[in-house]
């Protein structure tokens, strides 16, 4: 008897908190990618329950922010790949597919985005994702063992907007001590 497939959807994936991480001189990176949830609203990563890659495994949502800047405020957005393993050519083209849809919605979108979170929800609206994960608290690295809380998509650029902002309010001062360390 074959199994069958749940239907899953694609989300923005928000963890509980952004790690701090001063190898870069004082300049923060803010990386935010996708998961699916499946019809029992089970959080899964991209290659879903059954194993199978997804085109949106290692796809993810960069910006930085640098204490240098007086407002602190996130700047360079991207949607890309990173740390992507084995790549044959059926994942290779599939891969391709995605980054001419995001050029094609970075060049089309109705605002220039004014904020990391405004990015990262029009692309969002663009790729076809209408909700976010959050983790809610730092627990376990599984899945199935962290509560979560579902947003939608008019709720992404409020919500990846103020990670950002408690992030560097949080550090800026520790983020200012550190690069001060590297110049003596």
């Not at 050029?103 to 990015?119: C, N, W």
């Amino acid at each position: 008897m074959k199994k069958e497939k749940p239907e899953t959807s694609l989300a923005l994936y928000i963890p509980f908190g952004i790690k701090a991480d001063y190898r870069y001189g004082g300049t923060q990176a803010f990386k935010f990618g996708f998961v699916t949830v499946n019809a029992q609203d089970q959080v899964r990563n991209c290659p879903s329950d059954y194993g199978e890659w997804h085109e949106y495994n290692s796809l993810a949502f960069r910006s930085q922010a640098s204490v240098d800047m007086s407002e602190g405020k996130a700047y360079g957005y991207s949607c890309e790949y990173y740390d992507v393993g084995n790549v044959d050519l059926a994942r290779a083209t599939a891969m391709v597919g995605v980054l001419k849809a995001i050029g094609k919605a970075d060049e089309s979108f109705p605002v220039r985005p004014a904020t990391f979170g405004q990015y990262v929800q029009l692309m969002c609206k663009a790729l076809g994702v209408t909700r976010a994960v959050q983790d809610r608290s730092e627990g376990n690295h599984a899945h199935d063992e962290t509560e979560h809380t579902y947003w939608r998509l008019s709720d992404i650029q409020w919500l990846v907007d103020t990670r950002v902002d408690e992030f560097m309010a949080k550090h800026k001062e520790g983020m200012t001590e550190e690069r001060d360390s590297w110049r003596r």
